[in-house]
């Protein structure tokens, strides 16, 4: 079983900055890709960033320029940099990998809980 766990969300005002963390653990052999999604309440969960295993990347329309996805692949750990935050970025963000357990296994794909950011003057 694997576990992501996201940190770093809180308040924060408009054009401020915030760093989200994710941490995956437990039964690892390989991540492929590695993804921030966010869902504002009652909306659907809208993909933000996505990095793959070489450290390609790609954003959302709405957040490009403003947000920055990167990884620590040796240590599993996933970042999005959020800078010149708007009240529309408020939103649960929650963090995705497909995961590979062992050699030959299927990848599978695990979700955080979600950490809650509000951008709010």
């Known amino acids: 079983q694997v576990q992501l766990v996201e940190s770093g969300g809180g308040l924060v005002q408009p054009g401020g900055s915030l760093m989200l963390s994710c941490a995956a653990s437990?039964?690892?052999?390989?991540?492929?890709?590695m993804r921030w999604y966010r869902q504002v309440q009652g909306g659907q969960r809208e993909l933000v960033a996505v990095?793959?295993?070489?450290?390609?990347?790609n954003y959302a329309g709405s957040v490009k320029g403003r947000f920055t996805i990167s990884k620590d692949g040796a240590k599993n750990l996933l970042y999005l940099h959020m800078s010149s935050l708007k009240p529309e970025d408020t939103a649960v963000y929650y963090c995705?990998?497909?995961?590979?357990?062992?050699?030959?296994?299927?990848?599978?794909?695990?979700w955080g809980q979600g950490t809650q950011v509000t951008v709010s003057s």
């Open positions: 990095i793959s295993s070489g450290g390609g990347t």
């Open positions: 995705n990998a497909d995961v590979r357990a062992g050699y030959g296994s299927p990848f599978v794909t695990y």
């Open positions: 437990g039964s690892i052999y390989s991540i492929t890709f």
